[in-house]
Nanobody, 126 residues
Framework: QVQLVESGGGLVQAGGSLRLSCAVS????????MGWFRQPPGKEREFVAT????????YYVDSVKGRFTISRDNAKNTVYLQMNSLKPDDTALYYC???????????????????WGQGTQVTVSS
């Protein structure tokens, strides 16, 4: 059984930092592409970042480039999202996701991921 459990969300002032964690069981994070998505209040779920399974290449949505960093710790079977210089627009429910297909390339679509965590809330105050 595959489980993804996010943690690390919270309330932070604009300009602050948070590190989200996604603990995975049932799959090895180094063997699958992993992604972070977010869903702002009243909006659709959107792509934030991904790390590919074979090369570890990373890709970000333009709005977080230079501020967010996705990484993985194979020994802990955990994926992280370091978020710096947070803005009120970053307020959302953040989800991690696993793509079990082992396809080549980068997938920024929600349909490309078949396992999801329950989400962790990030609120950035101005």
């Amino acid at each position: 059984q595959v489980q993804l459990v996010e943690s690390g969300g919270g309330l932070v002032q604009a300009g602050g930092s948070l590190r989200l964690s996604c603990a995975v069981s049932g799959r090895t994070v180094g063997s699958y592409s992993m992604g972070w998505f977010r869903q702002p209040p009243g909006k659709e779920r959107e792509f934030v970042a991904t790390i590919t399974w074979r090369t570890g290449s990373v890709y970000y949505v333009d709005s977080v480039k230079g501020r967010f960093t996705i990484s993985r710790d194979n020994a802990k079977n955990t994926v992280y999202l370091q978020m710096n210089s947070l803005k009120p627009d970053d307020t959302a429910l953040y989800y991690c996701a696993l793509d079990s297909s082992r396809r080549a390339g980068i997938d920024a679509s929600t349909s490309g991921y078949d396992y999801w965590g329950q989400g962790t809330q990030v609120t950035v105050s101005s």
